[in-house]
């Protein structure tokens, strides 16, 4: 039986298997057998076992134990050995496999050897996988073989150069006079070949890149010589003479034109011509089309060359083939900084792409569209987007929304919009947009001071719809939190007048606090909010007690200490709760915040001739992470002597961020002879590795308190 | 001095592939591998042209998944990690390169279109059980006539064809002279 149906009759079996189980069993024994073989002399079955084994490799199975094999047969005498030695060494040896050296003596003989079959297994193996040491070995003979008067070698050879200076560039120098005289070949396979290596010569060394820069007018004759041709059966492809060929000299002649004036002008009419000339209705004339237009917009051309080229790229954006659509948006995206109001021009089409069904297309089309995005635009830009984002696939939309929130944030056209859009995207995608987007609207809306009324109106009503999307109901408590006065007071000029009674408002936070679907952060902002209204309402505040105090024993410890810390200030400091839960101001570093303590320590209800103390209450509102907070009373004079100054230990050191926390530290006053105070009040605290300092200063103490 | 390094598994395969020179990128215009994929997503013919390990051979199936995937009619192209894969269905086999991303996509498209008339007008309708029952002589012998380090090595239709059959009859003299009883 011939050795070879074994293979397929092993081929056979394995795929006969019913299970995975059956498989492996069936691929052990045959590896057994394999290996036992392998052991034995030559039986003039190596090769066939050698095959099963890389059939059995491909299947996923280890393989290794047939390296050596691999080794053996390379230097087999016999041509067909030699051939499944060499694929084997391909599959199974590479570089990082210690048993490749040992075939460089081998593939040196081969490449001396006198069939030229045999000689180009051995270019094509270390083409495929030569070493580097390797490589340095055999580059000499690479050379010789470069000038050989063979043109299946010397293609080959070619090639394996190719493979050569991209292991050792250094060895780039030793190929350049021979790569030079092979552009007169007129064997394309050779041609190309020689192509490809002066490509990757210049594209490693700026000298060499200088010396064939000389070439540029053989290339150009070569490539006229192709667009211009008749019909060759051997190279034609949809009409294109080997568009191969002429890809990879237009490649070439883009990196011999870089930055290079006469280059480029030597390049420009063959440019035209074969933009002009080549037909793009297949894929082939598209490719080399393609290639043109990577060149154009690469070198020193014309104008009227790169308007060309724009209006090509415009012309595939309208082409029934996808892949024709696809990367006539990857060119543009590469020249929408360059030339930006080319592309602006087929913003349209681009558009009309996001609607496309296929999934590569919508993400190119996305990318181009957001860096279209402008000033002029941004109102019909942003109605494309959002749309797109209502249907977008999972994988894009959070590429979607941080893309629409920078061009809202650069080109917003007004702060309602600015609003309006945000608020849109987090109905539409709030799952997928960044933590930063809830502390930055936050800011947003705070900065909007006339639309506060509109505002809250809008995030009401998106609560009471929906309260799963945590990002939008985040900012939605915040919000009424806040600003419940101007959503209870119920007009408002941007939109219609709907009557909410302070029931309803205290309903929806409470069914967002009960809610399973909130998140702990979620939570927190709830129960905030429905304190913050405390300070707002005036009918409903022991409902308001009543839910605060449930949460004091809540499991949620976050929310549990929050709740804790709010029912002291029902109980034991009303007086404090009104200035603690106004209207704060911006973020810590923001110069108002001394106006925020003063808030905090005006307005005292002090009964006289007590020690008083004074608490402050600094709300985390701030933009980032935790706080750690210290505080250092200053007397703005010095003191008199009867005045006593006692600071007791803060409540903690770190104040939890977006308002989810507080720190109260008590300061003991003792002022018997009733002296006038002037005091500073300075907190210097770190946020996110700044540290950062504020200041107040309080003139005067109100009299009743001494 | 110009140097390429390939990044371990666990970080980012296919990533941190630099090619510096005197600190500018310079990129790397090749074809990493060629893979043919059963429609159950079996391996037929892989061919590498790059040296990777074991391991990072198995991290192309989630590669393969994705093309798997792919609705008919799509884009040909798609972005795995940071390489460009160009596939295309024939029958049952799709056929995958995975490119850098300087190449030209549709030419690597005619590419595989050119591998595919090759093994067709050699073998004449070549189909997949072909291509499993004689993967060496039917899949990669042809492929290494017409592909060399990832680049297109004879772009002539017929030259290929010239010599795989030489190298049949080569081999098939040699056989014939080998089964021959020495006397």
Redesign the interface.
Same mark, same amino acid.
């Given at each position: 039986m011939s050795p070879s149906v074994r293979l397929q009759e092993m081929i056979r079996v394995i795929r006969g298997a019913r299970t995975q189980g059956e498989e492996r069993g069936v691929i052990q024994r045959e590896c057994a057998a394999i290996r036992a073989q392998f052991r034995q002399a030559d039986n003039g079955t190596r090769s066939h076992n050698l095959a099963k084994l890389l059939y059995v490799h491909m299947l996923g199975y280890p393989a290794h134990f047939g390296q050596m094999e691999c080794v053996r047969l390379i230097a087999s005498p016999r041509y067909n050995e030699k051939r499944v030695g060499y694929l084997g060494a391909m599959m199974l040896l590479d570089e990082k496999q210690d048993a490749s050296l040992l075939i460089t003596n081998s593939i040196k003989n081969d490449l001396s050897h006198s069939s030229q079959y045999v000689q180009s297994l051995a270019l094509c193996t270390l083409g495929c996988m030569g070493s580097a040491e390797m490589c340095r070995d055999l580059a000499p003979e690479i050379d010789r073989l470069l000038r050989a008067s063979n043109s299946y070698i010397k293609k080959k050879a070619a090639l394996c150069a190719v493979h050569i200076v991209r292991k050792v560039p250094e060895l780039g120098e030793l190929f350049t006079p021979a790569s030079r005289s092979l552009l007169s070949e007129k064997n394309h396979g050779v041609l190309h070949g020689a192509v490809v290596l002066i490509t990757e010569l210049c594209e490693r060394n700026p000298e060499t890149l200088e010396q064939f820069r000389k070439a540029v007018p053989e290339l150009v004759q070569i490539m006229k010589g192709l667009v211009m041709s008749g019909y060759s059966p051997e190279h034609n492809v949809a009409g294109i003479s080997d568009p191969f060929l002429q890809v990879r000299i237009l490649r070439l002649l883009r990196i011999l034109g870089r930055n290079n004036e006469t280059a480029s002008d030597a390049v420009n009419d063959l440019l035209a011509q074969v933009a002009t000339n080549t037909d793009s209705s297949k894929t082939a004339g598209s490719a080399v089309l393609y290639e043109t237009v990577l060149t154009v917009m690469d070198i020193k051309s014309e104008s009227g060359l790169r308007v060309l080229a724009v209006n090509i790229l415009g012309r595939f954006l309208l082409n029934n083939d996808r892949n024709i659509r696809y990367i006539s948006m990857t060119s543009l995206q590469k020249i929408v900084q360059t030339d930006h109001n080319a592309v602006q021009r087929h913003r349209g089409t681009i558009v009309d792409c996001l609607k496309d069904q296929d999934a590569s297309v919508k993400r190119r089309a996305l990318e181009l569209s957001l860096a279209l995005v402008s000033a002029v635009n941004i109102r019909s830009l942003m109605k494309e987007l959002l749309l797109f984002l209502s249907s977008c696939p999972p994988e894009l939309r959070a590429h979607t929304t941080s893309g629409i929130f920078n061009a809202a944030e650069r080109y917003a056209p007004s702060q309602r919009w600015h609003i309006d859009t945000i608020l849109h995207v987090l109905t539409t995608a709030g799952g997928d947009v960044r933590d930063e987007t809830v502390p930055n609207l936050i800011q947003l809306i705070t900065t909007a001071t006339e639309l506060h009324c509109y505002t809250v109106h809008k995030l009401y009503r998106a609560l009471i719809a929906d309260i799963s999307v945590q990002s939008l109901v985040q900012v939605a408590c915040w919000c009424i939190g806040e600003y419940g006065d101007l959503l209870l007071r119920g007009e408002c000029e941007e939109t219609e007048p709907v009557q909410v009674a302070e029931d309803d408002v205290l309903d929806a936070l409470e069914t967002v606090l009960q809610s399973h679907m909130s998140s702990p952060a979620t939570r927190g902002f709830a129960l905030t909010a429905t304190m913050k209204l405390s300070t707002r309402i005036t009918h409903n505040v022991d409902r308001i007690r009543s839910i605060v105090s449930i949460y004091g024993s809540c499991i949620d410890v976050e929310l549990q200490q929050r709740a804790v810390e709010y029912n002291a200030l029902f109980k034991k400091y009303d007086h404090m709760r009104y200035p603690a839960l106004s209207t704060t101001a911006l973020g810590p570093v923001s110069s108002t915040a001394g106006g925020d303590l003063l808030d905090l320590l005006g307005g005292l209800d002090v009964t006289p001739g007590e020690t008083r103390s004074y608490h402050v209450t600094r709300p985390g509102k701030t933009l980032g992470p935790n706080y750690r907070l210290f505080m250092t009373f200053v007397s703005h004079s010095h003191p008199p002597q009867s005045v006593q100054l006692q600071m007791k230990a803060p409540s903690g050191d770190v104040i939890p961020a977006h308002g989810l926390g507080q720190v109260t530290q008590t300061v003991l006053l003792n002022n018997p002879n009733k002296v006038s105070l002037k005091m500073r009040v300075r907190v210097c605290y770190t946020s996110q590795d700044f540290v950062c300092q504020d200041t107040v200063q309080i003139d005067s103490f109100p009299s009743p308190a001494w | 001095?110009?140097y =390429?390094e390939m990044s371990a598994l666990s970080g980012s395969l296919w990533t941190n592939i630099k090619n510096k =020179?005197c600190g500018e990128l310079?990129p &790397? =215009?090749?074809m990493y591998f060629l893979l043919l994929l059963s429609r159950q997503g $079996?391996?037929?013919?892989? $061919?590498?042209?790059t040296?990777?390990?074991?391991r990072e051979k198995?991290v192309t199936r989630e590669m393969t998944l994705m093309v798997l995937a792919r609705?008919p009619?799509?884009? %040909?192209? *798609?972005?795995w990690r940071d390489l460009k894969i160009v596939y295309k269905r024939y029958a049952s086999l799709y056929f995958c390169c995975g490119l850098e991303d300087q190449d %030209?996509?549709? *030419?690597t498209?005619?590419?595989l279109? =050119?591998y595919v008339e090759l093994l067709d007008k050699y073998f004449g309708n070549v189909c997949e059980l072909d291509i &499993?029952?004689n993967?060496?002589k039917k899949a990669?012998?042809i492929l290494?006539e017409f592909l060399?380090?990832g680049?297109?090595?004879?772009?002539? $239709?017929?030259?290929v064809g010239i010599?795989m059959e030489?190298?049949e009859t080569?081999?098939e003299t040699?056989?014939e002279y080998?089964s021959k009883p020495t006397y």
């Open positions: - | 001095m110009v =390429r =020179r310079m &790397i =215009r090749q $079996k391996l037929r013919l892989q $061919k590498w042209f040296p990777v390990t074991e198995k609705p009619h799509s884009c %040909n192209f *798609l972005l %030209n996509e549709l *030419l498209l005619e590419v279109q =050119r &499993i029952f993967f060496e990669y012998f290494d060399v380090g680049e297109i090595l004879e772009t002539s $239709k017929t030259a010599a030489e190298a080569l081999q040699m056989e080998m």
